[in-house]
């Protein structure tokens, strides 16, 4: 009965939202944005679905750029049960994403609509983000109207989301691993972030996504496996790097590659001559005003970076800002500029290989790598600059969800950038950057126990877990609290988070517990 109910309900058309949630509340504003009547008010809202069984799946995927000055609509598949009174219930999954950086509020919206049209009972509820910086609750009833009608790409939309939920790895709680290895502490995962800070958190074993968190101020979210989480820096190592380990995988000279005869502005600049693709996904250009932890990266002088909305402006700084200080190779400091100084290098690069017509991003990495992943749509719309050059940010701006997070773990970590048999990755330098190339560790970051390398960080885990002998730890790490650990035994750690806390060892310690990698 209950399919064929939906059957003679299935949504297809337009859904438009004709009013704004009346309830706004602050959880954290240290800059003031809720003083900016945008921040509460949400963008327009007129797009397509279709209805397949029981789900309920938008056109377009991936962040939708548009008129709102602070906020962008990420929309997910959702789910449709049938309702009384000629009624089905359908509810979405959503992220707002902040117009031109990479904080997201993860939110729902649930409705009741009838095959004529009639919509009732709309109402958005928001009370989660991964954002270190804004924090809000936006909730209330909407006005809102069903356009039925044909939609161009239905078919097409359908298909792919079939095969994004049948090709998604298997996912289980903290609950199952537990009961799997009784001589563990599962709830030693996750338990370093206060629970407040946590978007979600897993361990990636055997083909299986252990998942915990998914947690927002009203409650579980109901979408865990949807839901949208920030890359932040976490870019630096499955965009950029990546990239140009793809790149050197086509063509061995690319990592040798200078940046100034590629990107204009760093030749007038007069400090890029001499660096090469590698040293600059290095964090060891040269180039820099303090070479303490991150000073550069913290100083108020970012916002004229970060704040651009043009490659104009964004390359401009990158290139410019700061001075020859040491030379290319020898000295780490992290620039999320110079990884989208990199970025516009490789474009111009792949450009002169393949042509300007052909998109970089779809060429080197969606096609080769993410769509044999079967990693989901979302991710493919990557942050560009809001002009006509539409630059890639490189170092920031992807949409994750918990499923591309362990797919993309997999095949770093235990297919070393393998689809089957075949290499699609430089293998040398992904050896490099995970650590496993004797004498090319890369350059210490910041303390002896930190190294950085090919846009990857590494944790010398020796002395926290008691180990002979080093045993280093690549991780990838993005700003507010995201860590994505790839650990020496084939398993896979990660947590979304955003009090600023990256803290892991627990966590690897029961890791190392089910198969041990750190000889005592």
């Known amino acids: ?108 919206l649930a409705f009741r609509f009838r095959a004529d049209g009639a919509v009732a009972d709309a109402h958005v509820d928001i009370a989660a983000e991964t954002c270190a910086y804004f924090q809000f609750d936006m909730q209330g009833d909407v006005a809102a109207h069903y356009v039925p009608g044909a939609v161009e790409g239905a078919a097409g939309a359908i298909k792919a989301y079939r095969r994004e939920e049948a090709t998604r790895l298997p996912q289980k709680t903290f609950a199952a691993l537990q009961r799997k290895y009784p001589d563990i502490d599962a709830s030693a995962f996750g338990s370093e972030v206060a629970p407040g800070d946590m978007s979600l958190y897993g361990l990636v074993l055997d083909g299986t996504n252990y998942v915990g968190g998914c947690r927002t101020r009203d409650g579980a979210y109901p979408f865990c496996a949807q839901m949208d989480l920030p890359s932040f820096s976490v870019a630096k190592s499955v965009f950029a790097s990546m990239m140009t380990m793809r790149l050197a995988h086509l063509y061995w000279t690319a990592p040798r590659q200078r940046i100034a005869p590629y990107v204009p502005q760093c030749a007038q600049a007069g400090t890029w001559g001499d660096v090469t693709f590698a040293e600059t996904l290095d964090m060891a250009t040269g180039n820099y005003l303090s070479s303490q932890f991150e000073a550069d990266e913290n100083s108020p002088d970012m916002g004229a970076f970060l704040q651009s909305d043009t490659h104009d402006g964004k390359i401009g700084f990158s290139c410019a800002h700061y001075p020859r200080q040491a030379q290319p190779g020898t000295t780490w400091v992290y620039h999320t500029a110079d990884t989208y100084t990199l970025g516009t290098a490789l474009r111009a690069f792949h450009a002169a290989k393949a042509g300007a017509d052909r998109d970089f991003v779809d060429d080197l990495l969606v096609q080769p790598i993410w769509r044999p992943l079967h990693l989901h749509p979302g991710l493919g719309v990557v942050r560009r600059t809001y002009d006509a050059t539409a630059e890639p940010f490189a170092g920031y701006g992807l949409t994750l969800t918990a499923d591309d997070v362990a797919k993309l773990s997999i095949f770093l970590n235990d297919d070393h950038g393998m689809l089957g048999r075949r290499a699609v990755l430089d293998q040398t330098m992904l050896s490099a950057a995970l650590q496993q190339l004797p004498g090319d560790g890369g350059l210490v970051a910041g303390e002896a126990d930190l190294r950085y390398h090919y846009g990857f960080w590494a944790w010398n885990a020796q002395g926290t877990l008691g180990c002979i002998e080093p045993a280093w730890i690549p991780f990838m790490s993005g700003y507010g609290g995201i860590v994505v650990a790839l650990l020496p035994n084939g398993m896979t750690y990660y947590y979304f988070s955003d009090g600023n806390s990256f803290a892991w060892s627990r966590a690897v310690a029961e890791a190392d517990k089910m198969r041990p990698f750190c000889k005592r």
């Not at 377009?60 to 929309?75: D, K, M, N």
């Open 1 to 108: 009965m209950l399919a064929m109910a939906l059957g003679a309900l299935l949504f297809q058309g337009r859904l438009v939202l004709d009013s704004q949630p009346a309830g706004f509340t602050v959880v954290k504003d240290p800059y003031g944005f809720a003083s900016l009547p945008a921040a509460r008010t949400l963008p327009p809202f007129d797009f397509e679905f279709v209805q397949s069984g029981r789900a309920l799946i938008p056109i377009r995927r991936g962040a939708v750029p548009g008129s709102h000055p602070l906020w962008e609509f990420i929309l997910e598949p959702g789910r449709v049960r049938d309702d009384t009174d000629g009624f089905a219930r359908a509810e979405l999954p959503f992220a707002l994403e902040e117009r031109n950086q990479n904080c997201m509020h993860q939110g729902t």
